[in-house]
């Protein structure tokens, strides 16, 4: 055969150099499920993940389970406070603990796409 192309492919040796590390990658978890949220001015998600790297729970900020996200408001100001989100709307942290699969989150690590208010902070802690 006359002009055989001789074709070098270069096959990779070792392991990609540019991977997510696991910090990057639950964090990235977390806004991921903050984009979730219906909420018009806070999208917030958490992502609760044990020492062995195994994500146990996910929360972002929303209308308590049942709740219809039409019917409550999602004001920020209002003159009555009731008709504003405060009142009705569940934290990220408190959502991913509520959904863990584990019967225990000692131990684990909560990554959250916002730093946690005091109410979520003393709900880590307890929890």
């Known amino acids: 055969l006359t002009g055989i192309l001789s074709l070098s492919c270069s096959v990779p040796t070792g392991k990609r150099e540019d991977y997510l590390e696991w910090p990057e990658y639950f964090m990235a978890v977390a806004f991921l499920s903050a984009q979730r949220s219906k909420d018009p001015s806070s999208q917030v998600g958490a992502c609760i993940v044990n020492p062995e790297n195994k994500i146990v729970g996910i929360g972002y900020n929303g209308m308590p389970n049942g709740c219809d996200d039409d019917l409550l408001p999602w004001s920020r100001s209002a003159e009555d406070h ?3 989100k405060y009142p009705y ?36 802690i307890q929890a």
């Open 89 to 124: 709307v569940c934290h990220a942290e408190l959502n991913a603990i509520m959904n863990k699969n584990s019967a225990d989150v000692k131990g684990c690590t909560m990554y959250v796409a916002l730093f946690p208010c005091n109410e979520c902070a003393k709900l880590i």
């Open 82 to 84: 009731l008709d504003t």
